[in-house]
């Protein structure tokens, strides 16, 4: 009885951690599902005209050598963009 | 003159070109048009407009480059003109007969959209899938019957560097001519019909009338949209309507901001069924193997130094032997007409000293801009351009710049026209029009004369070659270090520019054609002659003016007299003895200048110069070179009546400078040329705007009054400088 609880628990840190995961803060490597936007301005509706719709999956390519913009694959397209513009695109695991 | 065919009979078709940026479109418009294209701006914008004429097999049409983008949401100038010139608002410029659509054959469904948007305008459309050699390699199967079928346009396979492929987009555009035929356009859920509807109703009257649906559709997704720019309606009024809009929108069960690309996706995802198939796993990208090298997190910055290292010194060394011809040129010209017109000296040193030193001096800069565009033109062919903007964006971004300006700034370097002419490749109007601003504060090569000179006479011989070089280099560092803390300053109070977003696509390496290397260079030197050069030659003339005019005689004689009675000799001996008539010649022509305008102006103007510890012959110098720094150093010839052809190596020169001492006010017979003097002499030169060439570009680039603006605060600031230099160094004694 006591393990399902347990187990909700770690299910429910997951999904935190899912729900704040961004572009931004996804591993060098790693691929994830857009989820969806914060804002909708005009740089996340550039992104989503190249392709980057919620649904979606992105892999993160490199990070630039003084740590700002990253570089980013979807579609095979390969983007690059500021980590706060990153920021506005939340994921959710692939 | 006469043509008997129909297309010719009228104005010929318009043609536009139109697709995704960095996928060939350019390639395919030189192939098409060769050289019967033109370049010319769009009027009232700095945007490039490209026109070229495209023989059909029945008479000819005019193809239109227009500017690469993703869609039709415009938040820049550059992507503006694509809607502007789509639906017939740019003045002068009828509605496309035809718009050509040229897709990546890679990845159709995400360039469609354009393609899908284009469609509501209601023109008649061909769709080229370019690169389908590479979608053939890729292993992509792309059925273009069904495609053709489901689309309803023509769909034409193209790469667009081959012949073959050009023969037949002509024949897909001279045929759709004759039966256009359109994209079907999207079908709205009613939430968005009923929004576009609202919107229009509420428009002020002449407004509604001349937009179309698809106009509306940008001022109703789009978060900032330039296409309000243009319209005549209240700002306040608009956004209130604007909103009312996307509550019904919102009130279909769709978010107005993310419905336009959801929506559209989910189209052409249907449109596009089972048209596209893979045989097999798509192969490894061989760009993403180079961009783990090129880079890299350890090594990429050391091969994008080791990368620029060579254009810059290309720029700076490559060009010399071409920019040594033009002066030789130059030289020889005047030598051959000057005892021509040895009779008139007035018109003689209007052509020499006037008209072709105008000429030479602006050519002088055509190789350097050719080198560097050389580079440009190959640094972005390849794809290697987006990579040192990935690289540098963050060295930028903080003072409101991006990474884009790094090659305009560092090809400042050599020279601020080249260097501000390769300000247009970058997209955001007020990142481009900030970069314009500081290019000229870079030190250019036309600085180094006075540092070599100021240095070799007064900074080497005291403190060594050490503090010498230190000098050198503070000295080319000086603009950049002032220059982005006034970046930042611009944008936060004169542009009020808000973070500009920086997403940008890694075009695929690929090898890049030469013809299209050579059309960016030709069109860079043509437009700098034609543009650049008049202006340069209108500032020469009056500056020529100013120092030769009023020239009366009478200052030839008393200076002969005075000469005569110093030097104790008859005019028959000096006239005899080659050095004393050449000493006599360089008094004459010393005395000229110092009753010129120019002269009378220094002796003016010197109050202003005084706190910087400047004096009259210093004033001239730096009057006179206005148009052109390196002038600087033929003009202190002429004043210290050394003639105007010494170098900065010269040692009459130097020692001159040296013994230069106060003739007048309460530091007469101190030594003019002190260290503090001499700092704020080059400090003045590093930040001052004294090249009429650049300014001439930046009227081009920019407008009139930006180009007084650059004017005003770069001298403002120089003054500055060569004050405070002046007092710090003589407190500090």
């Known amino acids: ?94 | 003159m006469a043509d008997s065919t129909a297309l010719s009979k009228d104005s010929p078709a318009q043609v536009a070109l139109v697709g995704n940026p960095n996928i060939g479109k350019t390639t395919l418009f030189n192939l098409l048009t060769g050289l019967r294209q033109r370049v010319g701006n769009y009027p009232g914008v700095t945007v490039s407009k490209k026109v070229g004429v495209l023989p059909l097999p029945k008479g000819t049409a005019e193809l239109i480059d227009l500017p690469g983008t993703y869609s039709l949401a415009a938040t820049s100038l550059d992507e503006r003109i694509v809607v502007d010139v789509l639906s017939g608002q740019v003045p002068g410029l009828p509605k496309p007969n035809l718009v050509v659509c040229m897709i990546d054959a890679t990845n159709v469904v995400r360039n469609l959209f354009l393609a899908s948007q284009i469609a509501e305008l209601e023109i008649p459309m061909i769709v080229l899938l370019n690169q389908w050699d590479l979608a053939q390699k890729q292993g992509l199967q792309i059925d273009i019957d069904l495609l053709e079928q489901r689309l309803g346009v023509p769909v034409i396979p193209c790469v667009a560097t081959k012949k073959a492929s050009a023969t037949a987009v002509v024949d897909a555009i001279d045929n759709t001519l004759v039966s256009p035929k359109q994209l079907k356009p999207i079908d709205w859920p009613e939430a968005v019909t009923e929004a576009t509807c609202t919107l229009r109703a509420d428009m002020p009257e002449g407004v509604s009338e001349s937009l179309s649906d698809a106009e509306i559709h940008r001022l109703l997704f789009d978060a900032n949209s330039a296409l309000a720019e243009r319209l005549d309606w209240d700002d306040d009024t608009r956004r209130a309507s604007v909103k009312k809009a996307r509550r019904v929108v919102q009130s279909g069960g769709f978010n107005p901001m993310a419905a336009e690309p959801l929506l559209q996706y989910e189209h052409l995802n249907t449109l596009t069924e089972s048209v596209v198939n893979r045989a097999g796993e798509l192969p490894k990208q061989h760009s993403e193997s180079i961009d783990r090298l090129l880079v890299h997190r350890g090594w990429g910055l050391a091969i994008f130094a080791a990368i620029m290292y060579v254009v810059f010194l290309s720029v700076y060394t490559g060009a010399g032997p071409m920019m040594d011809l033009i002066e030789w040129g130059k030289g020889s010209l005047q030598d051959w007409i000057a005892p021509m017109l040895s009779s008139t000296p007035m018109l003689q040193s209007l052509v020499v000293d006037a008209a072709i030193e105008g000429v030479g001096a602006f050519l002088v800069f055509l190789p350097q801009i050719l080198v560097l565009f050389f580079f440009i033109a190959l640094l972005e062919d390849t794809g290697y351009m987006a990579r040192a903007a990935f690289l540098m964006d963050k060295m930028f971004s903080w003072c409101g710049l991006n990474g884009r300006s790094f090659v305009p700034l560092l090809s400042s370097y050599a020279c601020a026209v080249p260097g501000i002419m390769a300000t247009r490749t970058i997209e955001d109007p007020k990142a481009r029009l900030a970069t314009i601003l500081i290019a000229p504060l870079m030190s250019c090569s036309a600085r180094l004369p006075v540092y070599v000179l100021l240095i070799g006479a007064f900074i080497e011989p005291e403190h060594g070659p050490f503090v010498a070089s230190l000098t050198l280099f503070a000295m080319h560092f000086l603009g950049l270090a002032v220059a982005l803390p006034l970046v930042w300053l611009f944008n936060k109070f004169l542009l009020k520019t808000r973070p500009q977003p920086f997403v940008l696509e890694m075009p695929r390496y690929h090898v890049p054609k030469f013809a299209d290397i050579a059309w960016r260079m030709w069109e860079s030197g043509v437009e700098f002659v034609k543009r650049a050069g008049t202006v340069i030659f209108a500032i020469t003339i009056i500056i020529w003016a100013l120092l030769y005019f009023p020239h009366s005689s009478a200052v030839e004689e008393v200076t002969t007299q005075q000469f005569i009675a110093v030097q104790g000799l008859t005019l028959e001996q000096i006239q005899a003895d080659e050095d004393q008539a050449a000493a006599l010649g360089q008094a004459i022509d010393s005395a000229y200048l110092e009753q010129s305008w120019m002269g009378r102006m220094g002796r003016t103007v010197q109050p202003i110069f005084a706190s910087a510890g400047f004096d009259w012959r210093i004033t001239v110098g730096v009057l006179a070179s206005f148009p052109a720094r390196e002038v600087i150093i033929s003009t202190l010839g002429v004043i210290y009546s050394l003639g105007g052809e010494v170098d900065e190596e010269s040692h009459s020169l130097k020692d001159a400078l040296k013994g230069a001492t106060w003739h007048e006010g309460p530091l007469t017979g101190q030594a003019v040329f002190t260290i503090p003097v001499v700092m704020g002499i080059m400090v003045f030169f590093a930040l001052c705007s004294q090249c009429g060439a650049t300014l001439a570009i930046i009227k081009k680039e920019a407008g009139t009054s930006w180009a007084v603006f650059s004017f005003a605060y770069m001298t403002a600031l120089a003054w500055l400088g060569a004050v405070l230099c002046f007092q710090i160094g003589n407190l500090l004694g």
């Open chain 1, 1 to 94: 009885m006591r393990e399902v609880p347990l187990h909700l628990n770690e299910t429910e840190s997951q999904l935190q951690n899912l729900m704040d995961a961004t572009l931004s803060t996804l591993p060098i490597g790693q691929a994830a599902r857009v989820k969806a936007y914060d804002q909708c301005n005009a740089t996340d509706q550039r992104l989503m005209v190249m392709g980057l719709i919620p649904g979606v999956e992105v892999r993160k390519i490199r990070v630039a050598p003084l740590g700002d913009p990253i570089a980013v694959e979807f579609d095979g397209r390969c983007v690059s963009l500021r980590r706060t513009e990153a920021n506005s695109v939340r994921l959710e695991s692939a």
